[in-house]
């Protein structure tokens, strides 16, 4: 018994700091029935993590991280260039580009462009 409560105060003692420094919230865009989820963390400096897609009538979809390139990614000036470009690893989530400024957020895709207010609580 004091073996195995040794081993769980060696297992949380050994996770507690990596919860700390990696703590996540998101950033949302929302407009025409599509929705974007992006998983920030923080480090030394907020990173994007993993971005979601919500599109008109369906669940949801990880878009590939692999193929996601943030240009662009400041939270104290508020402006984020994010782009995917599609892959046949994830069939149905076109190539988009996110921009976001302090007051607007634009989402590009499938030859549309559309506009919304850029929501920077996190």
Known sequence: MKALLALLAALV?????????????????????????????????????SVFLYQPGDKGQAVPRQRVRVEEFDTQRK???????????????????????????????AGRRIVSKANWQM
Do not use: W
């Not at 996770?15 to 703590?23: G, N, Q, T």
């Not at 994010?82 to 957020?105: K, Q």
């Open 13 to 49: 003692l050994a996770f507690a700091p990596a919860r700390l420094a990696h703590a996540t919230s998101s950033l949302l865009f929302d407009g025409d029935g599509y929705s974007l989820n992006l998983e920030v963390g923080y480090d030394k400096r907020p990173v994007i993590g």
């Open 79 to 109: 402006r984020l260039k994010l782009r995917y470009t599609a892959t046949d690893e994830a069939p149905g989530i076109p190539s988009f580009t996110l921009v976001m400024t302090e007051t607007e957020a634009v989402l590009t895709l």
